[in-house]
């Protein structure tokens, strides 16, 4: 290996977020708090194949996705990296449906592919952190109705208590397009609908028009997304309009019935609310739709969106298996929130303690080490020489909480300081008490 | 999405290790064992990107390695699965020197790709866990010593008492062939004295003559590494031999400090021993090496493995970068577990409890799982019905270890049934006594 070749510019990609050790710790705690959160509701953990077959992961995708896969061949492989999460659950559970208790509630926290174009807080390279409940055949509803108390769990977790889960029904919002008619143009237009937030009812208006619609249907349409109001209130105002269209029908009960259990479930009033305007973009939600905002960062958009789906896994097997899930874009979240700067003022180490020797003889130190390991304290030992001042700017430059300095006269009469590297407050007593204190 | 299309079979390319849920709580297990031990030693998360340009990852690869890459374009760029957890490291310390603190400890577990014929137990998707300290010009011999405490400390915690840990030093070795003069040919003896264990003593004579060694230096050789005993031993065996080599010397040297402070460190003589017959076939060692070995399976071979190197990133930068690290494969080391059936009798599903709400209402039921999930105590609420056959036998199903029934005298009388699947023992008391009971 000789010092002398050319230098290789150490580099990566555009898109791909890494992260500095202190900042990595942070991100590893909302990974931490969401799996722990997850768990708590009884989903278990499964972890896919990052590398897919191509026929088997798209066989069911087209488009913008063939567009923005990592796809390669490699041997007679054709081979696709993930770019979510859901389709390889779909295969998974497809291939071992003979294994699989149902209802399957399952959780998988890891990272997705897609080759796009890189923008602010976009990623090639991302976190995704999901949670979904598979029947066999059928699923109770009363798990649409679970989901929003998991997202407020997890979120409170995170240490968000301003937050509105937003929930709709796909069938409220199909069954509507059929009482008008509109059944053909539905998907156009709930495209539309959903950037209401984006770019307001006027711009909405000019899109539908566009559509070729009716000014008395676009009257309709923008009354209708325009209902608000206390969820009581929706439903009242939603059961008023009469629709003889059955699926509308079936959808103001979910939205009822799921309504009703949210408040069971312990949500409280300010946490949810219905709007009409969500519909998620993908074509495979089917009944209730969720999204979920931070109200102090609106602009961070949805942290936590999901719905209801008739049929996981229709490309692969015959069995009937409705779902509903939820899913944290978790590199986006962290980068958004980081930005905001909501991580300043964290510690910036894994450890919680650096111990200094000043001795030529480590062993004492080690054996201080080995004492507050044992009992769960990270705990760091340093070797740099035996200048105290170069011990101490390291302590500072990591950023650690405390260091234990253990010179002749501590090795001898066996109490140690603790200094608070922030504060400078100095405690001395022996190393059960600094343990205690410490835990 | 019809339902009369044809179907894709569900699969993944062979070689990948996909797990049922309740093998995946086993294995997300030792992964958190293993982050909790080196994090109490003080090494701070990374967490590089997955896919690498090719021209940085692979500036110092070659032959075996680039055939057995995940290589592809997106664009105009020529990328590459990262196959390893240490280039990507010498990357990134390069990439990010003026924010690095120094010595930089850092831990990384996560998959890496290798695109060769999968065997039995061996992945081309798995997980590495590395631990690396790097220092900046130069690195305490002390490091060294450290490693095997922290080898000690995580196998004791995966559950394994009975473990020995192989240390040898490559400037012995390197400086024992030199005395030689077969400094030449010192790489091939290596390898071939790498597979001692594998293939006995004669075979590697016969491999050795092969090479076109002298009877008399094949003898020196054999002699060499076939020196064992008590750690002291070994040393004093070593010294005996007369060599002027420098080199030599000062492994022995290096071997007598590592070995000495691996016992201040709290090491048990059982638990390390050194082991000449090591070389960690990889060229980038040159002081002290590592391997581990479980005395119970030693058909596993090497369960973690590594060591001292002079410089990490000489392809990326020209500061010198010495550091020591470990590497534990965990997905073969899982497989091999599960294999001898250690995990047998482990439970089943992440859940603690599952709550069997009998009545109508689920509004009590769903009080008392929150209450369980406020405690941290894994909880599943099943909504199946109110026949109590079908709950108890989806609990039998999942492995639940508890559950708890609530009927309407429940609900009246707050008394609660906790039923131990396994041993149908039964407990009558309320909410917090469970939550007591059950934490």
């Known amino acids: 290996m000789s010092e002398n070749l050319k230098k290789v510019k150490p580099k990566i990609l555009s898109g791909f977020m890494e992260l500095l050790p202190h900042e990595q710790i942070n991100f590893n705690k909302m990974i931490d708090t969401i799996r722990a959160s997850y768990e708590r509701f009884g989903f278990n953990p499964i972890d896919t194949a ?8 798209l066989a069911k995708a087209g488009g913008e996705t063939e567009k923005q896969v990592y796809r390669f061949n490699k041997g007679d492989n054709d081979l696709t990296l993930r770019f979510d999460l859901t389709v390889p659950l779909a295969r998974y559970v497809a291939q071992n449906l003979n294994e699989i208790k149902f209802p399957f509630k399952r959780y998988q926290i890891g990272k997705v592919f897609r080759g796009e174009r890189p923008q602010r807080g976009r990623f090639r390279e991302f976190y995704q952190c999901d949670i979904d409940i598979i029947g066999d055949g059928s699923l109770n509803i009363l798990h649409d109705a679970e989901i929003p108390s998991i997202i407020s769990y997890t979120f409170k977790a995170l240490g968000f208590n301003n937050f509105t889960v937003k929930i709709n029904n796909r069938k409220v919002l199909n069954g509507f397009f059929q009482g008008l008619d509109l059944q053909e143009q539905a998907s156009e237009i709930l495209k539309n609908i959903d950037k209401l937030e984006k770019i307001g009812l006027d711009n909405v208006k000019d899109q539908l028009v566009k559509l070729g619609l009716c000014e008395v249907k676009i009257g309709e349409i923008l009354k209708f997304i325009t209902i608000s109001g206390e969820v009581k209130e929706v439903i009242d105002q939603l059961e008023a309009i009469k629709s003889n269209n059955d699926l509308y029908k079936q959808g103001v009960e979910e939205l009822k019935t799921v309504t009703r259990y949210i408040k069971e479930f312990g949500m409280s ?13 993908l074509d495979y939600y089917t009944g209730t739709v969720y999204e979920t905002i931070l109200n102090d960062y609106p602009q961070i958009g949805s942290v936590c969106s999901g719905g209801r789906y008739d049929n996981l896994a229709s490309h692969y097997t015959d069995k009937k298996l409705p779902g509903v899930g939820i899913s944290i874009g978790l590199s986006r979240l962290y980068y958004q929130l980081n930005e905001i700067g909501l991580f300043e003022g964290n510690s910036q180490t894994i450890s919680k303690v650096m111990i200094a ?16 390991r044992e009992n769960q304290i990270n705990t760091e030992l340093n070797y740099s020489g035996k200048n105290l001042k170069v011990k101490m700017k390291y302590a500072n430059k990591i950023g650690v909480e405390y260091i234990i300095i253990i010179g002749e006269e501590e090795e001898q009469t066996g109490i140690l300081t603790l200094k608070n590297m922030k504060t400078g407050e100095q405690i001395k007593e022996n190393i059960n008490k600094l343990v205690e204190i410490l835990k």
């Open 50 to 57: 990052t590398i897919e077959l191509s026929e088997v992961l």
């Open 269 to 281: 009033k300010e946490n949810f609310t219905i709007d009409l305007t969500i519909a998620r973009g």
């Open 357 to 372: 020797p000043m001795s030529e003889d480590l062993s004492y130190a080690i054996t201080i080490a080995k004492t507050l």
